[in-house]
């Protein structure tokens, strides 16, 4: 078993996540249904903002609505560390908040060590990473690389038809100071995301800690099928146009085009309009989530599904228009930075088995289907990831789990990770 030389006072995390992991849980599910400027995210975000003052570190929201907790002067050569705190529907605990509360138990860890950085250190949190309030996910690091425009921001909606802005101001926010901002991500020499494995990767492997490798292409792409309402009982079939069959179809066609090209594609989410059990629809709009290893095989599962999807429309009489919402191409980290993490992350190792720091302990170097805001950033400042394992191979549901000592040789390879970095 590998395991990094453990964290001496592993009880800074445990009492991170005694005070975090209850913020927002269903008492029923288990799971979380932390969305960007409700009440659990914001309570999540009011946690972070108090846990980071405790520590000495300067907390600002940036135009985005990101939140940076700096040790140190903001300045050139930083070094930022972090992920996001929101979640999807019913979501796990650890997607974004352990890369988070490891952040600042990686902190506590570095000031226990005596370390004194030779750079500035920044935990930050990012703001709608899952999308799962407003439909673009990483929407607070794409606004930050200025990958989407303001104005798109501004104008997304939730299920309520609230917009971004209007969310932003709620919250006390500017939202007219969105965008690009160069003077924030300007300053970073690097930025390492750790962040809970969400598959079987790690699960069946005598690692806790893995390094990224690579993201997968991924994105979404939005299916409106128009039809006709009408009532169920009185509307013969040839006298139809119901979107529903045309959007069977375009599931089923997700489904083996995957298979086909090897790839993951989803459909998890519809509207239906108006969505009474005695109604023909008039409006189905449904998502997407297609990825695949790389931008070939995406490209044919995604325009496999418009020709399935376009084809069943004609033959019901139904209108169809598929947009696209969000795409991230193939993120593969600047290796240079990921072999230096994995290096540390083995001597670590090594030295947590009594072996000599230079032992190749085989730390894995992982490829993900999982989009994560450090596969935003890597176009932009020299990223890299660290994963926990997850035992469970499950996420994206209350059952995602990550164990203690986990957690913990976690906590160990971010703190080696960032003495490496703000070292030099
Ligand atoms: O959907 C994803 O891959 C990530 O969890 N946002
Ligand atoms: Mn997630
Ligand atoms: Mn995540
Ligand atoms: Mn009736």
New binding site residues.
């Given amino acids: 078993m590998s395991t990094p030389n453990p964290v001496p006072d592993a009880g800074a995390f445990d009492r991170l996540w005694a005070d975090l992991a209850p913020v927002g849980r269903d008492a029923g599910s288990g799971g979380y249904h932390r969305f960007s400027w409700t009440g659990a995210d914001t309570d999540a975000r009011a946690w972070f903002t108090e846990a980071a003052a405790a520590r000495g570190l300067d907390v600002r929201t940036d135009r985005n609505g990101n939140l940076w907790a700096w040790w140190g002067t903001p300045g050139p050569g930083a070094v930022a560390t972090g992920s996001h705190l929101d979640s999807?529907p019913d979501g796990g605990a650890f997607?974004g908040p352990l890369g988070v509360a490891s952040a600042l138990a990686a902190v506590d860890e570095l000031r226990r060590r005596g370390v004194t950085p030779a750079r500035p250190l920044a935990v930050v949190v990012f703001v709608e990473?899952?999308?799962g309030r407003f439909g673009v996910?990483?929407l607070g690091s794409r606004l930050a690389t200025g990958e989407i425009a303001p104005e798109r921001a501004r104008g997304l909606t939730d299920a309520a038809g609230v917009t971004w802005e209007r969310a932003m101001e709620e919250a006390g926010l500017d939202p007219l100071g969105l965008g690009a901002d160069p003077d924030t991500l300007g300053l970073l020499d690097a930025f390492v995301e750790l962040h809970v494995e969400?598959g079987r990767a790690l699960a069946d492997t005598p690692h806790p800690v893995g390094v990224a490798g690579s993201i997968w292409p991924?994105g979404r792409w939005r299916m409106d099928f128009t039809g006709r309402a009408d009532h169920a009982g009185t509307t013969r079939l040839a006298d139809r146009n119901d979107p529903m069959p045309p959007f069977a179809h375009a599931i089923l066609a997700a489904r083996s085009l995957a298979e086909a090209h090897d790839a993951r594609a989803t459909v998890a989410k519809a509207v239906i309009t108006p969505n009474g059990t005695n109604a023909i629809p008039s409006l189905v709009r449904a998502w997407l989530?297609a990825?695949a290893a790389d931008e070939d095989a995406l490209g044919a599962v995604v325009e496999g599904v418009r020709e399935a999807a376009e084809k069943a429309a004609r033959e019901h009489g139904v209108g169809l228009a598929m947009t696209n919402e969000s795409h991230t191409p193939l993120v593969s980290f600047a290796h240079d930075l990921r072999d230096r993490l994995a290096a540390v992350v083995a001597a670590g190792s090594a030295r947590g088995e009594g072996l000599p720091p230079s032992t190749d302990t085989g730390v894995p170097v992982l490829p993900t289907?999982?989009?994560?805001d450090a596969g935003v950033l890597a176009a932009h400042v020299p990223t890299a990831m660290l994963y926990v394992r997850n035992p469970t191979g499950v996420?994206?549901s209350p059952e995602e789990w990550a164990s203690p000592d986990d957690c913990h040789a976690g906590v160990a390879a971010l703190a080696d990770v960032l003495q490496d970095l703000l070292a030099r």
Avoid: I, L, T
């Fill in positions: 999807v997607d990473e899952e999308g996910p990483c969400q991924h989530d990825r289907g999982a989009g994560h996420s994206h």
